[in-house]
Protein backbone atom coordinates (compact mmCIF):
# COMPACT_ATOMS: atom_id res chain seq x y z
CA UNK A 1 0.00 0.00 0.00
CA UNK A 2 1.46 3.34 -0.91
CA UNK A 3 2.22 5.86 2.12
CA UNK A 4 3.74 9.24 1.83
CA UNK A 5 7.31 7.19 2.83
CA UNK A 6 7.49 4.94 0.07
CA UNK A 7 5.81 7.33 -2.66
CA UNK A 8 9.11 9.50 -1.44
CA UNK A 9 11.32 7.12 -2.12
CA UNK A 10 9.98 6.38 -5.31
CA UNK A 11 9.69 9.79 -6.82
CA UNK A 12 13.38 10.42 -5.85
CA UNK A 13 14.38 7.20 -7.59
CA UNK A 14 12.34 8.18 -10.76
CA UNK A 15 13.54 11.68 -10.82
CA UNK A 16 17.07 10.22 -11.09
CA UNK A 17 15.99 7.99 -13.45
CA UNK A 18 14.82 10.72 -15.67
CA UNK A 19 17.43 12.61 -15.36
CA UNK A 20 20.33 9.72 -16.35
CA UNK A 21 17.62 8.84 -19.16
CA UNK A 22 18.29 12.38 -20.46
CA UNK A 23 22.20 12.05 -19.89
CA UNK A 24 22.44 8.45 -22.03
CA UNK A 25 19.68 9.59 -24.97
CA UNK A 26 21.76 13.10 -25.56
CA UNK A 27 25.03 11.92 -25.40
CA UNK A 28 24.36 8.84 -27.74
CA UNK A 29 23.14 11.27 -30.32
CA UNK A 30 26.16 13.44 -29.59
CA UNK A 31 28.66 9.88 -30.03
CA UNK A 32 26.86 9.18 -33.53
CA UNK A 33 26.50 12.54 -34.59
CA UNK A 34 30.60 12.85 -33.79
CA UNK A 35 31.23 9.66 -35.22
CA UNK A 36 29.37 10.62 -38.40
CA UNK A 37 32.09 13.72 -38.97
CA UNK A 38 35.05 12.01 -36.75
CA UNK A 39 34.71 15.17 -34.98
CA UNK A 40 35.48 14.46 -30.85
CA UNK A 41 34.12 17.79 -29.60
CA UNK A 42 30.36 17.67 -30.79
CA UNK A 43 30.62 14.18 -28.18
CA UNK A 44 32.32 16.90 -25.59
CA UNK A 45 29.33 19.40 -26.63
CA UNK A 46 26.44 16.63 -26.01
CA UNK A 47 27.99 15.52 -22.53
CA UNK A 48 28.38 19.66 -21.45
CA UNK A 49 24.61 19.88 -22.41
CA UNK A 50 23.00 16.79 -20.88
CA UNK A 51 25.01 17.67 -17.50
CA UNK A 52 23.95 21.29 -17.39
CA UNK A 53 20.58 20.49 -18.60
CA UNK A 54 20.13 17.92 -15.75
CA UNK A 55 21.41 20.75 -13.72
CA UNK A 56 19.01 23.41 -14.45
CA UNK A 57 16.00 20.73 -14.52
CA UNK A 58 17.23 19.98 -10.88
CA UNK A 59 18.05 23.17 -9.31
CA UNK A 60 16.09 25.79 -11.73
CA UNK A 61 13.01 23.99 -12.98
CA UNK A 62 10.60 25.73 -10.28
CA UNK A 63 11.44 29.45 -11.37
CA UNK A 64 11.53 27.74 -15.54
CA UNK A 65 7.70 26.91 -14.30
CA UNK A 66 6.47 29.62 -12.31
CA UNK A 67 7.95 31.79 -15.08
CA UNK A 68 6.06 29.68 -17.98
CA UNK A 69 2.38 29.57 -15.86
CA UNK A 70 2.60 33.80 -15.30
CA UNK A 71 2.99 33.28 -11.60
CA UNK A 72 3.44 35.97 -9.49
CA UNK A 73 4.65 36.27 -6.00
CA UNK A 74 1.64 36.92 -3.67
CA UNK A 75 1.94 39.88 -1.16
CA UNK A 76 0.67 39.69 2.42
CA UNK A 77 -1.40 42.42 2.63
CA UNK A 78 -3.26 41.71 -0.75
CA UNK A 79 -3.56 38.62 0.14
CA UNK A 80 -3.74 38.05 3.98
CA UNK A 81 -6.61 34.95 4.33
CA UNK A 82 -4.51 32.57 2.03
CA UNK A 83 -1.65 33.15 3.76
CA UNK A 84 -2.20 32.26 7.04
CA UNK A 85 -4.12 29.68 5.79
CA UNK A 86 -0.79 28.11 4.00
CA UNK A 87 0.78 29.16 6.86
CA UNK A 88 -1.39 27.11 9.44
CA UNK A 89 -1.43 23.87 7.47
CA UNK A 90 2.63 24.43 6.98
CA UNK A 91 3.04 24.39 10.25
CA UNK A 92 0.24 21.57 10.89
CA UNK A 93 2.21 19.26 8.15
CA UNK A 94 5.85 19.74 9.57
CA UNK A 95 6.97 21.44 6.81
CA UNK A 96 8.71 24.78 6.18
CA UNK A 97 6.21 27.64 4.92
CA UNK A 98 6.54 27.38 1.08
CA UNK A 99 5.93 30.71 -1.14
CA UNK A 100 2.96 31.89 -2.48
CA UNK A 101 2.60 32.55 -5.50
CA UNK A 102 -0.53 33.57 -7.61
CA UNK A 103 -1.52 33.66 -11.47
CA UNK A 104 -3.62 35.71 -12.89
CA UNK A 105 -6.33 33.43 -14.83
CA UNK A 106 -10.29 32.86 -14.59
CA UNK A 107 -9.30 29.45 -14.42
CA UNK A 108 -9.82 27.65 -10.83
CA UNK A 109 -6.48 25.70 -10.38
CA UNK A 110 -3.45 25.41 -8.27
CA UNK A 111 -0.20 23.66 -8.10
CA UNK A 112 3.15 23.10 -6.11
CA UNK A 113 6.62 23.25 -7.74
CA UNK A 114 10.20 23.30 -5.86
CA UNK A 115 12.85 20.12 -5.35
CA UNK A 116 12.33 19.69 -1.70
CA UNK A 117 10.30 21.21 1.05
CA UNK A 118 12.97 23.87 1.95
CA UNK A 119 12.90 25.31 -1.26
CA UNK A 120 8.89 25.11 -2.62
CA UNK A 121 6.51 27.05 -4.09
CA UNK A 122 2.84 27.06 -4.02
CA UNK A 123 0.80 28.54 -7.34
CA UNK A 124 -3.14 29.26 -7.18
CA UNK A 125 -5.07 31.51 -9.67
CA UNK A 126 -7.48 33.97 -8.79
CA UNK A 127 -10.26 31.98 -10.01
CA UNK A 128 -9.54 29.57 -7.57
CA UNK A 129 -9.75 32.30 -4.82
CA UNK A 130 -13.02 33.17 -6.13
CA UNK A 131 -15.02 30.84 -6.10
CA UNK A 132 -13.88 28.87 -3.21
CA UNK A 133 -14.35 29.30 0.43
CA UNK A 134 -12.44 29.00 3.39
CA UNK A 135 -12.67 25.42 3.76
CA UNK A 136 -12.44 24.53 0.19
CA UNK A 137 -9.22 26.58 0.25
CA UNK A 138 -7.82 24.95 2.75
CA UNK A 139 -8.21 21.61 1.34
CA UNK A 140 -6.99 22.41 -2.24
CA UNK A 141 -3.84 23.75 -0.27
CA UNK A 142 -3.25 20.87 2.01
CA UNK A 143 -3.43 18.40 -0.87
CA UNK A 144 -0.69 20.79 -3.22
CA UNK A 145 1.13 20.99 0.61
CA UNK A 146 0.88 16.89 0.40
CA UNK A 147 2.79 17.26 -2.92
CA UNK A 148 5.39 18.96 -1.60
CA UNK A 149 6.20 16.77 1.17
CA UNK A 150 5.87 13.10 -0.60
CA UNK A 151 8.37 15.04 -3.07
CA UNK A 152 6.04 14.58 -5.95
CA UNK A 153 6.79 18.23 -7.04
CA UNK A 154 10.84 17.03 -7.84
CA UNK A 155 9.25 14.56 -10.53
CA UNK A 156 7.03 16.96 -12.05
CA UNK A 157 8.87 19.52 -12.27
CA UNK A 158 11.95 18.33 -13.84
CA UNK A 159 9.69 16.59 -16.29
CA UNK A 160 8.74 19.70 -17.56
CA UNK A 161 12.48 21.20 -17.87
CA UNK A 162 13.60 17.55 -19.35
CA UNK A 163 10.84 17.05 -22.04
CA UNK A 164 10.51 20.59 -22.96
CA UNK A 165 14.11 20.60 -23.82
CA UNK A 166 13.83 17.17 -25.98
CA UNK A 167 11.45 18.92 -28.06
CA UNK A 168 13.49 22.05 -28.27
CA UNK A 169 16.27 19.89 -29.94
CA UNK A 170 13.73 17.73 -31.89
CA UNK A 171 12.88 21.25 -33.52
CA UNK A 172 16.34 22.12 -34.23
CA UNK A 173 17.85 19.14 -35.76
CA UNK A 174 14.74 19.59 -38.05
CA UNK A 175 15.13 23.16 -38.84
CA UNK A 176 19.16 22.65 -39.15
CA UNK A 177 18.46 19.88 -42.10
CA UNK A 178 16.18 22.05 -44.07
CA UNK A 179 17.51 24.85 -44.22
CA UNK A 180 20.86 22.95 -45.74
CA UNK A 181 18.19 22.59 -48.79
CA UNK A 182 19.47 20.63 -51.24
CA UNK A 183 22.98 20.62 -50.62
CA UNK A 184 23.50 17.17 -49.10
CA UNK A 185 27.06 17.04 -49.31
CA UNK A 186 28.90 14.42 -46.67
CA UNK A 187 25.20 13.17 -45.91
CA UNK A 188 25.00 15.89 -43.38
CA UNK A 189 21.25 16.44 -44.72
CA UNK A 190 20.59 13.05 -44.64
CA UNK A 191 22.37 12.50 -41.19
CA UNK A 192 20.35 15.57 -39.47
CA UNK A 193 17.10 14.44 -40.78
CA UNK A 194 17.59 11.40 -39.30
CA UNK A 195 18.01 12.64 -35.92
CA UNK A 196 15.25 15.43 -35.93
CA UNK A 197 12.90 12.13 -37.07
CA UNK A 198 14.20 10.33 -33.96
CA UNK A 199 13.13 12.99 -31.76
CA UNK A 200 10.20 14.38 -33.24
CA UNK A 201 9.05 10.43 -32.73
CA UNK A 202 11.06 10.17 -28.97
CA UNK A 203 9.73 13.11 -27.84
CA UNK A 204 5.63 12.09 -27.36
CA UNK A 205 6.73 9.15 -26.66
CA UNK A 206 8.80 9.93 -23.71
CA UNK A 207 6.28 12.40 -22.22
CA UNK A 208 3.33 9.54 -22.43
CA UNK A 209 6.41 7.04 -20.97
CA UNK A 210 6.70 10.08 -17.97
CA UNK A 211 2.97 10.43 -17.77
CA UNK A 212 2.67 6.76 -16.51
CA UNK A 213 5.74 6.92 -14.61
CA UNK A 214 4.31 9.96 -12.59
CA UNK A 215 1.26 7.86 -12.39
CA UNK A 216 -2.56 8.94 -10.88
CA UNK A 217 -2.13 7.12 -7.61
CA UNK A 218 -0.10 10.07 -6.69
CA UNK A 219 -3.49 12.40 -6.82
CA UNK A 220 -5.12 10.42 -4.58
CA UNK A 221 -2.54 10.01 -2.42
CA UNK A 222 -2.55 13.59 -2.10
CA UNK A 223 -6.36 14.03 -1.24
CA UNK A 224 -6.37 11.85 1.40
CA UNK A 225 -2.62 13.17 2.83
CA UNK A 226 -4.51 16.71 2.48
CA UNK A 227 -7.89 15.37 4.04
CA UNK A 228 -6.06 14.15 6.92
CA UNK A 229 -4.20 17.31 7.53
CA UNK A 230 -7.28 19.68 7.69
CA UNK A 231 -9.44 16.36 9.06
CA UNK A 232 -12.27 17.33 7.21
CA UNK A 233 -12.36 15.86 3.60
CA UNK A 234 -15.66 17.29 2.20
CA UNK A 235 -13.48 20.52 1.76
CA UNK A 236 -11.62 19.33 -0.64
CA UNK A 237 -14.30 17.25 -2.05
CA UNK A 238 -16.56 20.41 -2.57
CA UNK A 239 -13.38 22.70 -4.27
CA UNK A 240 -13.05 19.20 -6.54
CA UNK A 241 -16.07 19.58 -7.35
CA UNK A 242 -16.77 23.08 -8.05
CA UNK A 243 -13.23 23.57 -9.84
CA UNK A 244 -14.56 20.66 -12.48
CA UNK A 245 -17.84 21.89 -12.91
CA UNK A 246 -16.47 25.81 -13.96
CA UNK A 247 -14.49 23.47 -16.53
CA UNK A 248 -12.57 27.18 -17.25
CA UNK A 249 -9.27 26.24 -19.11
CA UNK A 250 -5.91 28.09 -18.45
CA UNK A 251 -4.84 30.81 -20.43
CA UNK A 252 -1.18 29.92 -20.53
CA UNK A 253 -2.35 25.91 -20.48
CA UNK A 254 0.20 23.74 -22.21
CA UNK A 255 0.46 20.08 -22.11
CA UNK A 256 4.37 20.03 -20.14
CA UNK A 257 2.76 21.50 -17.21
CA UNK A 258 -0.88 19.87 -16.97
CA UNK A 259 0.33 17.08 -14.69
CA UNK A 260 1.08 19.48 -12.11
CA UNK A 261 -2.30 21.15 -11.30
CA UNK A 262 -4.58 19.98 -9.12
CA UNK A 263 -7.08 19.59 -11.64
CA UNK A 264 -6.49 19.29 -15.50
CA UNK A 265 -5.70 22.97 -17.04
CA UNK A 266 -6.76 22.13 -20.57
CA UNK A 267 -10.45 21.53 -19.55
CA UNK A 268 -12.06 18.72 -17.89
CA UNK A 269 -13.18 15.94 -19.86
CA UNK A 270 -14.87 14.17 -17.15
CA UNK A 271 -14.63 10.02 -17.12
CA UNK A 272 -12.26 10.61 -20.57
CA UNK A 273 -9.61 11.21 -18.06
CA UNK A 274 -9.66 7.87 -17.24
CA UNK A 275 -7.60 7.05 -20.03
CA UNK A 276 -4.73 4.99 -19.62
CA UNK A 277 -1.80 7.88 -20.73
CA UNK A 278 -4.39 10.28 -18.34
CA UNK A 279 -2.19 11.74 -15.43
CA UNK A 280 -5.52 13.29 -13.83
CA UNK A 281 -8.03 10.73 -12.36
CA UNK A 282 -12.10 11.59 -13.30
CA UNK A 283 -13.07 14.32 -10.09
CA UNK A 284 -16.05 11.68 -9.29
CA UNK A 285 -13.31 9.06 -8.55
CA UNK A 286 -11.41 11.42 -6.30
CA UNK A 287 -14.66 12.56 -4.44
CA UNK A 288 -15.60 9.18 -4.08
CA UNK A 289 -12.59 7.86 -2.76
CA UNK A 290 -12.55 11.70 0.02
CA UNK A 291 -16.02 11.50 0.59
CA UNK A 292 -17.51 7.63 0.23
CA UNK A 293 -20.34 8.69 -1.83
Known amino acids: MATLYTEYDRNVRKTWFLMALFLVLIVALGYSVSYYYSNPNILYFAIIFSVLMNVVSYWYSDKIVLSISGAKEAKKDEFLEIHRILENLSITAGIPEPKLYIIEDYSPNAF ?11 AVTTGLL ?14 E ?18 VGFISILSD ?28 IILSPLISKLIQLAISRKREFLADASGALLTRYPEGLASALKKISEANIPLKNKSSATAHLYISNPLGSVGKKASSWFSTHPPVEDRIKALTGK
Not at 150 to 160: A, M
Not at 178 to 199: E, H, P, T
Request: hydrophobic content about 45%; cysteine-free; overall charge positive.
Open 112 to 122: ATGRDEKHSAV
Open 145 to 162: LSHIKNRDILLSTVVVVL
Open 130 to 143: KILNKVELEGVIAH
Open 172 to 199: MFIRGSLSRGGDNKNGVNGILLIAGVIF
